[in-house]
């Protein structure tokens, strides 16, 4: 099949006959490359999120960039001679492509196609494939659109698992050619990080040696050595050393050494105990060249080592183990044993003593005759001291099942499946061969060869089949086989039944081999109690990741305890680690499972109160350090065992709810769902600030809407008022000002009701705000400063120094600069006495603004930095406010070049802010300075988005200037689509320090 899709490179698609890879911007295109990676299944709107942002450096509403981003690219796959389709379900995306379109899986394909050739000793086919995978295919560096640290880490592992294994395959084919000088020369061209590994190192010595080039070799061989043991690879130095010393002795021998073929036992004494092969084994090929390569020797020999392949439950360890056992089985002449210890199974777990029982009667020694133990073990050691044999130790439970079996059989060659690690045995000297799902191609490939022709008819269901399946092969088998039981019924049906969790858990029936959820449950059954307690209590929380912090208050014991946990369920892979060694991951499957089993569990609720305090707690300490002096939301102790985040400044505070987001949200929508109204009611108000700092308004205002439902649900006035005036004050900097006023209005009724002054006051701060931003500084003075009485009276000094910072606002706006002079310094001496960081930097900011009115140029720079020092990583409104001054201040200057810097950067945090009016002042501002330079087509664009910005909130004023400013160019440009998105989805920047 023609590849239509590149990303390995620039992302490219082929439209008319020829790859084109200006098709759309960046984000687009950064998000087609994850769609085409996991082409034919869904991809959530979470994960997208993960992979195309750094971790709080999404925009605000992700979602919502992504249905721009989704609407160009469909724009561009319009183009293409057969365009697919990106269907969008259930909260993810899905691109209906067949992989083999795709480079990166047409890679894979080619190089599997060459190990195959290469294996059979057709070295020529070998290299064509290998080189047109990596010359033709990989263009450049994969997905470069992408800027998640998912994406950084998952292009690591590509270059490391698939381009080093391609490149390394290449020139093992090459020299087998004697094409030494071409492996060489490709050397050459390599990275140089990719050069100095040891596998390139070992490939160059050896082409160098093939070539004749001792000398070369030597001076080369001395030089690495060096290089490894200054970097204090020692392991790696004298591995290097073992492989110069062969080489050299083939050379003093004038031969390649060949494995001795050792005359084998007599047949009587040869055992043959591996099950049958797998009939309809599919794909694997890179796992079945890693265990070739790891189970010889330098010389070519079988070598005596321990292989453990390790993975998912029903991922297929067996099958692989036994493929490859019956395809070297020709290596091992003295014999091939198996045994299943049932480590994880029905029935009871082997015992060592089993297993030499066995393993002897196979021998030919009736293990009756020998005794005790000790002395069996003894005699199996004797037997198998001569000659390589190949052991698999199939379902092993744990190292201790193994860890004196394995003394007897040190001259073998051991290969062990666990859903355990194992790392017992790793520090051992055993090799991990990780199991990964079976890839998209694979699992078609194994659907097609079943189902026949129904998979071809019912193409795109059957795409649905293999994706819902998720590369476990247990589910594959299962589903496999009941189409294949049900011929009449359309595929579809059974992808739609497969989107049920449930129905996914339940299928196989009971049968340990072929039911879900029993395989699930022996990985269960043999944790210790206390890491399925650990699980279970994982069930209980509805967000994508957990923390270390969160597990330890879920289980109410020491955070390095639960850590040690959380790494033996890592082990057993019931958890994974795919962005960081402090957050854990649950599988889709393996989520449910653990849900089942906290909707069971006698400690679901306690667990769950435990889950909401930890938030609720670390919240409000997050709540403290980044506004100390607002009034505090009164909650209840925590559940004994809850520890939450402490945070030493506010931007540790800010970074740990920019990470945690997701599950904040989704903590609130499950506890909304389940009616926990207490911490519905509460989490908005803690969370809600900080995250419009953050950019993501629209989360504060879906958590406060939940809060107005619980608060009215539960009957509590003041925590329903307190909600209406929070949304009105996000609603107010969304600039939507009827719905402000009606929030806040309801708010006002309702502290009125019960009687609250403070409650009453902060409404009017609110309500003076809105007056000021709809035009009436005048109306907004005479509210401000009855509020200003009212918390002077009540001593609430935190929000008086707010007010203050207010009043000046309000005053500099109606051209009163005396009167806001002396509130903005007012405001700035009660921030420091109280240490309001927040209220200092908007103050300094207010004086700034003054300063420059009045032509105090100096004065207004200096205040601008001062307000940049303290707002940096803490709230993107501010900060665009004071780079908006800030290139206001270098236009009076006259330094275009700096004013035209900080106007960019005020827009960035403008739309960082989703402050739409923000954004058309800096959008406005550029435009002029832009055109001051005769740039005036990136000027007229300019103001053609700042016209529709200032139309869509309402300010006709600055609207009519544009228009005129726009009648000074003539021929206006029309402006692209993907321009504008800015407006509806703008991107959000959480900086660091």
């Known amino acids: 099949m023609e590849i239509n899709y590149r990303i390995l490179g620039a992302p490219a698609l082929r439209i008319r006959g020829r790859f084109e890879q200006e098709w759309a911007q960046s984000k687009p295109r950064g998000m087609l490359s994850v769609l085409l990676l996991r082409a034919r299944r869904p991809v959530p709107v979470a994960e997208l999120t993960d992979w195309m942002w750094p971790v709080g450096k999404a925009p605000d ?75 033709d295919l990989w263009t450049g560096t994969p997905v470069p659109d992408l800027h998640g640290d998912r994406a950084a880490n998952w292009r690591q592992m590509v270059v490391s698992e698939s381009l080093v294994p391609a490149h390394s395959a290449l020139f093992t084919s090459l020299g087998a050619l004697g094409e030494h000088g071409q492996v060489l020369r490709r050397l050459a061209d390599l990275p140089v990080e990719l050069r100095q590994s040891l596998t390139m190192v070992k490939h160059r010595l050896a082409a160098q040696h093939g070539a004749h080039r001792f000398h070369e070799a030597h001076s080369y061989y001395l030089d ?74 330098a010389t070519g020999r079988p070598a005596a080592t321990i292989a453990v392949l390790a993975g998912d439950p029903g991922v297929g360890k067996t099958a692989l183990a036994v ?74 439970r744990d190292h201790d099942q193994i860890r004196h079996l394995l003394d007897c059989l040190s001259n073998c060659t051991v290969l062990v499946t666990s859903r355990s690690r194992l790392p017992d045995l790793v520090r051992r000297g055993a090799s991990t061969v990780p199991v990964q799902p079976l890839t998209y191609t694979e699992g078609k490939a194994w659907l097609a060869k079943w189902v026949g022709q129904r998979a071809s008819a019912e193409a795109a269901a059957a795409s649905d089949l293999v994706a819902l399946c998720g590369g476990n092969a247990l589910i594959l088998k299962i589903v496999i086989e009941r189409t294949r039981s049900r011929p009449g019924v359309a595929l579809a049906e059974f992808a739609d039944e497969l989107r049920d969790e449930h129905t996914m858990l339940g299928l196989g029936g009971r049968g ?178 900080i995250f419009q700092r953050l950019g993501h308004r629209d989360d504060a205002i879906a958590g406060l809407r939940m809060s107005i439902q619980s608060g009215r649900l539960a009957g509590d006035v003041y925590e329903e008022a307190c909600a209406w005036g929070n949304l009105g004050f996000h609603q107010l900097a969304a600039r939507e000002f009827e719905a402000a006023r009606d929030s806040l209005v309801k708010a006002r009724a309702m502290f009125e009701h019960i009687d609250d002054p403070i409650g009453i006051a902060v409404t009017d701060l609110k309500v003076g705000r809105l007056a000021l931003e709809q035009g009436d500084a005048g109306r907004a003075v005479e509210i401000q400063l009855s509020v200003l009485r009212t918390f002077r009276q009540l001593r609430s000094t935190g929000e008086e120094a707010v007010t203050l910072y207010r009043l000046a606002q309000s005053y500099r706006r109606m051209g009163n600069l005396t009167e806001a002079t002396t509130y903005a310094r007012a405001a700035l001496r009660l921030a420091e006495q109280l240490g309001a960081d927040h209220t200092k930097g908007c103050a300094f900011t207010e004086l700034a603004e003054i300063h420059l ?141």
């Open 61 to 135: 509403d992700p979602a919502g960039a992504l249905v721009t981003y989704r609407k160009r690219i469909v724009h561009a796959l319009e183009r293409m001679d057969a365009p697919p389709r990106i269907r969008y379900r259930d909260g993810s995306y899905q691109l209906d492509v067949d992989r083999e379109e795709i480079d990166f899986h047409e890679f894979g394909r080619r190089v599997d196609t060459a190990r195959a050739a290469a294996r059979d000793g057709d070295h020529a086919s070998a290299v064509r494939e290998l080189a047109s995978a990596i010359d």
């Open 853 to 993: 009115e009045r032509g105090e140029l100096t004065e207004a720079k200096a205040c601008c930095e001062r307000a940049l020092r303290i707002h940096e990583n803490s709230d993107s409104n501010q900060m665009g406010t004071i780079h908006l001054t800030l290139a206001h201040v270098h236009v009076n200057m006259g330094n275009t070049a700096d004013a035209e810097l900080c106007a960019r950067r005020a827009l960035t945090y403008y739309r960082s802010s989703h402050d739409i009016s923000g954004q058309a002042k800096a959008q406005r501002v550029l435009a002029e300075l832009l055109h001051g330079q005769a740039r005036h087509e990136e000027a007229a664009e300019l103001w053609a988005l700042a016209l529709s910005s200032f139309e869509a909130i309402g300010n006709q004023r600055a609207a009519t200037d544009i228009r005129e400013r726009l009648t000074e160019i003539p021929a206006a440009p029309s402006i692209p689509a993907d321009r504008t998105e800015s407006i509806q989805h703008p991107s959000a920047w959480y900086r660091s320090v």
């Open 512 to 689: 340990p081999e072929s039911s879900v959820r029993a395989a699930l449950g022996w990985s269960y059954h043999a944790m210790s109690p206390a890491e399925q307690r650990l699980f279970r209590l994982l069930g209980t929380h509805p967000g994508p990741d957990v923390s270390i912090d969160l597990a330890a208050s879920l289980a109410a014991q020491d955070r390095k305890d639960v850590q040690r946990k959380l790494e033996a369920l890592v082990d057993f892979h019931m958890l994974s680690q795919p962005e960081s060694l402090t957050r854990y991951r649950l599988h889709d499957l393996l989520r449910r499972y653990a849900r089942e089993l906290a909707a069971a569990s006698d400690e679901r609720q306690a667990a769950v109160r435990r889950l909401l305090d930890f938030y609720l707690t670390s919240s409000q300490n997050a709540d403290r350090v980044t506004a100390p002096n607002r009034v505090p939301v009164a909650i209840a102790p925590p559940s004994v065992g809850v520890v939450p985040v402490e945070f030493a400044d506010p931007d540790s505070a800010m970074r740990w709810v920019a990470r945690e987001r997701a599950n904040i949200n989704a903590v609130m929508g499950y506890a909304s769902d389940n009616g926990l109204h207490e911490f519905v009611m509460k989490m908005p108000s803690m969370v809600g600030e």
């Open 323 to 396: 493929h490859w056992a019956h395809l070297a089985a020709s290596r091992y002449q003295c014999g091939r044993l198996y045994h299943d210890l049932n480590g994880f199974g029905e029935g009871p777990v082997a015992h060592e003593s089993d297993v030499v029982n066995d393993f002897l009667t196979a021998l030919g020694v009736t293990a009756e005759s020998v005794s005790p133990l000790s002395a069996r073990k003894a005699r199996l050691r004797g037997l198998l001291s001569g000659q390589r044999a190949l052991v698999v130790l199939d379902n092993v």
């Open 224 to 297: 690495q050595r060096k290089r490894l043991r200054d970097d204090g690879s020692l392991d790696e130095a004298d591995e290097l050393t073992r492989f110069q010393n062969e080489l050299r002795a083939r050379h003093h021998e004038h031969r390649v050494t060949v494995s001795a073929r050792v005359p084998p036992p007599r047949a009587a004494e040869v055992p043959h105990l591996l099950p049958h092969d797998v009939t309809d084994f599919t794909g694997r090929e890179t796992l079945l060249q890693h265990l070739d390569r790891i189970t010889v020797d």
